[in-house]
């Protein structure tokens, strides 16, 4: 598949170019601006021949305007789902870069947004900071201590809070998640908040975190928002840890019957 170009738009004579600072968290998240692409590039060839490559858009927004609902379907409204949610643009544009869907979901303009790397090969999923935020963070209680941070790599005890972030696959479906302990999460948050376009944000609104325990949210909060060290360990929770749920808020819009969704490799 085709990359965005590395090349920079023109400067004005006289001006200079500012380097944006590129900030990793782990191997798995990033906050970087995003490449510059003029004119941007068109996939060569397959189904999305001369459209713009998927790195090129915001994968929350591929997801709720439902760029490529085309690709998985016959181009005949009979085969279109009852429930299908796009029924104003009933195949999706795959992508054409120019039209009032696309415009709002690319990512190609040099603005900030947040990267996640997901799977073996680490492939990059850019998200708009606000949607990243509203989206794509989850506080839940780990229902086995069988994961790890993907920050500073130490485990994640059973029925420890714990951040999750989660990218929707193209068709509204959850894909791989990237697990964050409390106090590991809380730079990254930090980070997330000097940046202008989330300025108002509050870590009370997360997903998930009105559910947690009084005492497991007092204490995220805590961790979160204030001095994590002086709050000590996170307190045990009794009884059974609620199931992991995180794809009850990530809905299938769309069957995906394409070969590369059929190979679980996502959007």
């Known amino acids: 598949r085709a990359r965005l170009a ?4 023109r400067l004005p004579p006289g001006s200079r170019r500012r380097r944006q600072r590129q900030m990793m968290f782990g191997k798995s998240l990033s906050l970087n601006p995003t490449l510059y692409s003029s004119p941007p590039p068109q996939t060569p060839s397959g189904k999305r021949k001369g459209q713009l490559p998927n790195d090129a858009f915001c994968h929350v927004c591929i997801a ?16 279109i789902p009852q429930g299908y949610p796009f029924s104003d643009m009933p195949f999706g544009c795959g992508g054409c870069g120019g039209c009032d869907r696309c415009l709002p979901a690319l990512a190609c303009d040099g603005s900030r947004v947040v990267q996640v790397k997901l799977g073996r090969h680490l492939k990059v999923y ?3 900071l606000p949607c990243f935020v509203r989206r794509c963070l989850i506080v839940d209680l780990a229902p086995s201590g069988q994961g790890s941070c993907h920050i500073d790599e130490k485990p994640i005890e059973k029925g420890e809070p714990r951040l999750v972030v989660v990218v929707p696959k193209h068709n509204g479906e959850a894909d791989s998640k990237v697990l964050l302990r409390m106090r590991s999460a809380k730079s990254f948050l930090d980070t997330l908040r000097r940046e202008p376009a989330l300025s108002g944000f509050d870590a009370s609104s997360l997903q998930g975190m009105a559910q947690l325990p009084p005492a497991a949210r007092q ?3 805590g961790v979160l928002n204030g001095d994590g060290g002086a709050l000590g360990s996170f307190p045990a929770h009794s009884g059974a840890v609620p199931k992991y ?6 809905p299938e819009n769309y069957k995906m019957e394409c070969k ?3 190979r679980k490799r996502g959007s």
């Open 219 to 221: 204490w995220s909060l």
């Open 6 to 9: 590395r090349s920079p738009p």
């Open 64 to 79: 709720e305007c439902g760029l490529y609902a085309w690709l998985d379907q016959k181009r005949d409204k009979s085969s």
């Open 126 to 128: 850019p998200v708009h």
């Open 245 to 250: 749920a995180f794809k009850d808020s990530f």
């Open 260 to 262: 590369d969704c059929k």
